[in-house]
Every structure is written in C-alpha cells, then in structure tokens.
C-alpha cells in the first residue's frame, strides 16, 4: 500500500500490561513521527525519529513509554505497565524531508487503545 | 514553549456563515504553514499549505509574518466542514525540518 499504516487498528488491554504499537511509514520518509489523541482532544507530539535515531523524545510522558525505529522504517511504540490514563488513539506519520517546499505530513489510521 | 497557538478548542457557526480559524506561531525566520483536517472517523490529511497559495473546499490561508498568524478562513461555511482542524508549522530543527501542531479547533457546523 502507498500509505502510513499502522497496527493494531484497536487493542485492549489490562491494566498493568505491555503494548507495542507498530507503524508502517510510505516507503523512503525518513521522518516519522508518534502523536496520541485523547478523546475530544487534540493532537499531543510523542516522539520524532529522522532516519533510526529520535532527534526529539520530548514529548514521552513517562519512562514508561518508548520507542524505536529500525532500518530507517517500521517503528514500535512501546507502553510498560499501561494505565488507564494511557487509553488513547496512537496516530504515527511520516514525511520526507525536502529542503523547502513540498514537504507534508501522512498520517496512518491510528491504534485505539484501550487499557481496562 | 508553543510552537503553533489555536486559541479556540470549539467554534459553532451556523450553514452560510463566514468561519474563521486563528493560528499563531513562534518563529523569526520563515516558516512553512500548513492547515490540516479530520474528519468524523477519517484519518488527518492534508487541507492546504500557504507555499501553494491555493483554496481548497472554499478556505483559503494567508500567512502574515507581521502578526505570525495563519488564520484559516472561509466566507460561507457548510455542513459538511465540521470538523477537527489542526494549523502545521514545518521548521529546521537540528540539521532537518520537524512539524508542530497545534492543539486543534473542532468546527461545528449546526444547520
């Protein structure tokens, strides 16, 4: 497929449990990007990854959370001892980098996870 | 800091009415603006970019570097406009170019 995809597309789980999270960016961004969406709100920066490395972790609201990219594509996104705060939609994106215009960010579907 | 500021979380217009969307963001140099929407049970996509100057579904964006605005506007607003609308900014950040996003303005359309 030409887009971001992303899987699960929903997953429940218990409290206290691990989750990996993966995404798949369109083949050849070197950008990619984890955002979470609580329910009506709006889009919070996890992590940005250029190539394998994560110029930016930032946006990780706990050590609790991590992620890693591998080979310059698939990324997991990785949740310890998941807790109920964490229930959220994981959107991942990918870009490529452009030196000036052109530039745009995909985004997949989402991971809906809810933790019980 | 914030990068990209929506002050508005929710904005209800009513069918025919002229809608406006605020963005302000945090950046001396030349930036890429990019507006961005989400629809009920869609994905996040693209709506316009300020490079391109373009309109699209009737909103068009003007970027104002005097007022580091990008409001997002469109002069008779439709049903079918509601809803989730995220205003972009693209600047270098160490040696490459990263996206912030705002924190979202949800448009209601009421009929």
């Known amino acids: 497929g030409a887009g971001v995809s992303q899987s699960p597309s929903n997953k429940v789980t218990e409290k206290g449990k691990d989750v990996e999270l993966r995404c798949d960016p369109i083949?050849?961004?070197?950008?990619l990007y984890w955002y979470r969406q609580s329910l009506g709100q709006g889009l919070e920066f996890l992590i940005y990854?250029?190539?394998?490395?994560?110029?930016?972790k930032s946006g990780l609201p706990s050590d609790r959370f991590s992620a890693e990219r591998t080979g310059g594509s698939v990324s997991t996104l990785t949740i310890q001892r998941t807790q109920q705060e964490d229930s959220a939609v994981y959107l991942c994106?990918?870009?490529?980098?452009?030196?000036?215009?052109?530039?745009?960010?995909?985004f997949g579907p989402g991971t809906r996870l809810t933790v019980l | 800091a914030q990068r990209v500021t929506q002050p508005e979380k929710l904005l209800s217009v009513f069918k025919g009415a002229p809608v406006e969307l605020k963005c302000n963001y945090s950046?001396?140099?030349?930036?890429?603006l990019f507006w961005y929407v989400q629809y009920s049970r869609q994905r996040l996509q693209l709506l316009l970019r300020?490079?391109s100057r373009e309109s699209i579904k009737g909103f068009t964006a003007d970027l104002n570097k005097g007022e580091t605005s990008f409001h997002l506007k469109k002069p008779f607003a439709q049903e079918e406009d509601s809803a989730m609308y995220y205003c972009?900014?693209?600047?270098?950040?160490?040696?490459?170019?990263?996206?912030?996003f705002g924190s979202g303005t949800k448009l209601n359309v009421k009929p």
């Open positions: 972009a900014l693209l600047i270098p950040f160490r040696g490459f170019n990263k996206f912030y």
């Open positions: 990854f250029q190539g394998n490395s994560a110029p930016d």
């Open positions: 300020h490079i």
């Open positions: 994106a990918s870009s490529l980098f452009v030196s000036s215009g052109g530039n745009e960010q995909f």
């Open positions: 950046y001396s140099g030349s930036p890429e």
């Open positions: 083949s050849g961004h070197t950008a």
